[in-house]
Nanobody, 129 residues
Framework: QVQLVESGGGLVQPGGSLRLSCVAS????????IGWFRQAPGREREGVSC????????YYTDSVKGRFTASRDNSKNTVYLQMNSLKPEDTAVYYC??????????????????????WGKGTLVTVSS
């Protein structure tokens, strides 16, 4: 079965850290760029970060720069999003998506972007004291 599965979400206090994982099954992740998106209640989906398929070039939206780090381990068919110094405004359901480099990069600035090949079902991150 072809799918992406996110994990690693949970409840964390402000200032804490979480590491999200995005594991692919049924296909090889190294051929794809991966985007991380989030959607908070009542808000549009937001592109958070992406990592390219070729040289692992990364992008971060301004609100997470310096706090979030995307990485990939192709041997494990997995992409990670390390989230540090978490803030209440980071609370959201986080999704990963796989696609070609151009589509994923364009999706970072387009809240309703489509055209990704695969989407995960999301993992909830709650930052609260």
């Amino acid at each position: 079965q072809v799918q992406l599965v996110e994990s690693g979400g949970g409840l964390v206090q402000p200032g804490g850290s979480l590491r999200l994982s995005c594991v692919a099954s049924g296909f090889t992740l190294d051929a794809y760029a991966i985007g991380w998106f989030r959607q908070a209640p009542g808000r549009e989906r937001e592109g958070v970060s992406c990592i390219s398929s070729t040289d692992s070039t990364t992008y971060y939206t301004d609100s997470v720069k310096g706090r979030f780090t995307a990485s990939r381990d192709n041997s494990k068919n997995t992409v990670y999003l390390q989230m540090n110094s978490l803030k209440p405004e980071d609370t959201a359901v986080y999704y990963c998506a796989a696609g070609d480099d151009i589509t994923i990069a364009q999706a970072m600035g387009a809240p309703e972007a489509d055209g990704m090949d695969y989407w995960g079902k999301g993992t909830l991150v709650t930052v609260s004291s």
